[in-house]
């Protein structure tokens, strides 16, 4: 396990435009999310050790905001060959039991990974409805420890996008496993 901090986003920038097998069965786009006024984009897979650390929080997070249209949308792009845990019908497994409030789809060519920029598991990007980045940072202030949480910096964001007010300048990156790219 490679241990990376995400850098530092390019704030404003557009959200590059994906179409990814999720596992539903469907494909999805970025356009689907158009009515979303925020929309989470977020680079995870089945194994890492701090995506599984902050697995319930980001349910939960996730889950309680869609009575507000905030979309999240997973995404995991890992070798699956040399990563059995992240393959297709393993994500399929992990988000049928975790009952995830979210779309998860698989970046089987790691493209849609390239074109966000995404380093780590987990990686979040957060945009607003023009799908300008406004965040891209961690979760909270204790990626490995929920008891010790005091700032929960995603959703500080995303609520600060829903009300109108401007994102902290100060963005903390976040840290977990390398991606694993293909050979």
Known sequence: MVLLHSPPGELGATAPAFRLPG????????????????????????????????EERLIALAGALLERNVRFVGISCNDPTNYPEDSFDNMKARAKKKAYPFDYLYDGSQQTAREYGAVCTPDFFVYDQERKL???????????????VHKEELKEAILALLEGRPVAARQNNTMGCSIKWKE
């Open 134 to 148: 406004r965040y891209r940072g961690r979760l909270d202030d204790s990626p490995r420890n929920p008891a010790a």
């Open 23 to 54: 596992v539903d069965g469907r494909d999805h786009t970025l356009e689907e999310y158009r009515e979303s006024p925020v929309l989470v984009v977020m680079f995870i897979c089945n194994h890492c050790p701090y995506v599984l650390a902050i």
